[in-house]
């Protein structure tokens, strides 16, 4: 078969199920297992595809026609400056995310000791690491599997994970080491769970979401944690969405004073940036 036809037939397929941008996914898939780019596909038309990759690309095809994300399908994701294995079990990391890096990256000081609450796929973790190579990083989160098989694949050596619940660990770990805490931690309430996409309420793990009933609970605890566990003039740095407010008012009743909310490329407030000042 050759490339043209492969193509409309897959966004046929796509269209016919619904999926919101059918012709987008449709490249991006044939591009990837043809290793070419999107555009190549309407210049070489006329090119004939093997039975093998044909059946790879139907294949995925018919995986996104059911609403599986296709960095599932594809069982990877790019982020920041690495490329990570992901499956089901984490959380596909989102470009929005890589603005808690470049938060970091604006605050310029040579952090030393640095914690990551909820790792998933270790993204943000990696992404330190690659700013801070000599940095002590742990990772922590209660699944590790696959932040350890991606750190094991990019040669990471700064970074320790911690397979552990953080609400237990916390009380045994406020003795003031760090000089970052980072987190994209759950935030959906029950009432934002109910609003999750197809995609992601399908496919994607529910803990790394659910952040309690309002959606708050990791937000109060990182903020008592920090109060002990943050040296002074250490910095949180927090993803967050429209409850961003709220959180704010969290970090201010336990005594944070400098507090500074960023924007993403959508112009949504999206990370918070806290500073210890006592
Ligand atoms: C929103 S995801 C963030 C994943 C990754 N850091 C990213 O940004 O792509 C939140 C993560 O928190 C983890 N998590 C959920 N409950 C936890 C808990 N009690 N202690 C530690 N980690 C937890 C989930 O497993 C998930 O990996």
Redesign the pocket.
């Known amino acids: 078969m050759n490339l043209g036809c492969i193509y409309k037939r897959s966004l046929e397929y796509l269209k016919d199920k619904k999926i919101p941008t059918p012709d987008k996914d449709a490249q991006y898939i044939i591009a990837h297992f043809l290793k070419i780019s999107p555009h190549e596909i309407f210049i070489n038309r006329d090119r004939e595809v093997s039975p093998f990759k044909s059946f790879l690309i139907k294949r995925a095809i018919v995986s996104r026609g059911k609403f599986k994300p296709i960095a599932y399908i594809l069982k990877r994701k790019y982020f920041y400056r690495d490329v990570f294995f992901v499956n089901n079990k984490?959380?596909i990391?989102r470009s929005d995310?890589e603005h808690l890096i470049y938060a970091v990256e604006e605050i310029n000081t040579p952090f030393k000791n640095i914690l990551e609450?909820?790792?998933?796929?270790g993204?943000?973790a990696v992404s330190l690491s690659r700013l801070y190579p000599v940095a002590n990083i742990i990772a922590?989160?209660?699944?590790t599997a696959i932040a350890r098989k991606n750190i094991k694949r990019l040669g990471i050596k700064n970074i320790f994970l911690e397979k552990k619940?953080?609400?237990k660990w916390m009380p045994n770990n406020k003795n003031g080491l760090f000089d970052l805490i980072i987190s994209?931690?759950?935030y959906l309430s029950e009432k934002d769970l109910k609003n999750l996409g197809k995609d992601a309420a399908l496919y994607e793990?529910k803990?790394?979401f659910y952040g309690g009933k309002d959606g708050l609970d990791f937000y109060r605890a990182i903020a008592e944690f920090a109060k002990a566990g943050l040296l002074k003039l250490g910095y949180v740095i927090l993803e967050v969405d429209y409850k961003w407010k709220k959180v704010m008012h969290i970090f201010e009743k336990e005594g944070f004073g400098k507090i500074v909310v960023k924007k993403d490329y959508n112009d949504l407030e999206r990370v918070l940036v806290v500073q210890k000042d006592f």
Not at 140 to 143: A, F, G, M, S
């Open positions: 984490v959380l990391p995310t609450i909820g790792t998933g796929s993204a943000i922590l989160d209660i699944y619940n953080f609400f994209n931690p759950p793990p803990k790394a």
